[in-house]
């Protein structure tokens, strides 16, 4: 079964950096998009960054140039390396692929706090 496993996720200061890994498994992940999400509290959830088979990425205008994503097709892995973090940046993040007519896959999310 499609499996996604985040981990990474923690409390830092603002201006810190973290990163975040999602492990998958039950498809064939080197042919799929994947997809970091976030959450806030009372808030939707919102797209942060998007990384396509081919390696091309996307981006939330309010991550541009802090946020990078990326994959490592030997491993099942999608990252999500985040830098000058900002207080508005806490969330639960998680990963997210979308199989089609199987629809899409969360994982269990991972909080990141960002507060002095």
């Known amino acids: 079964q499609v499996q996604l496993v985040e981990s990474g996720g923690g409390l830092v200061q603002p201006g810190g950096s973290l990163r975040l890994s999602c492990a998958a498994s039950g498809f064939i992940f080197s042919s799929n998009t994947m997809a970091w999400f976030r959450q806030a509290p009372g808030k939707q959830r919102d797209l942060v960054a998007i990384?396509?088979?081919?390696?091309?990425?996307n981006y939330d205008n309010s991550v541009k140039g802090r946020f990078t994503i990326s994959r490592d097709n030997a491993k099942n892995t999608v990252y999500l390396q985040m830098n000058r973090l900002k207080p508005e940046d806490t969330a639960v993040y998680y990963c997210?692929?979308?199989?089609?007519?199987?629809?899409?896959?969360w994982g269990q999310g991972t909080q990141v706090t960002v507060s002095s």
């Open positions: 997210q692929t979308n199989l089609g007519l199987q629809g899409a896959y």
């Open positions: 990384i396509f088979s081919g390696g091309g990425t």
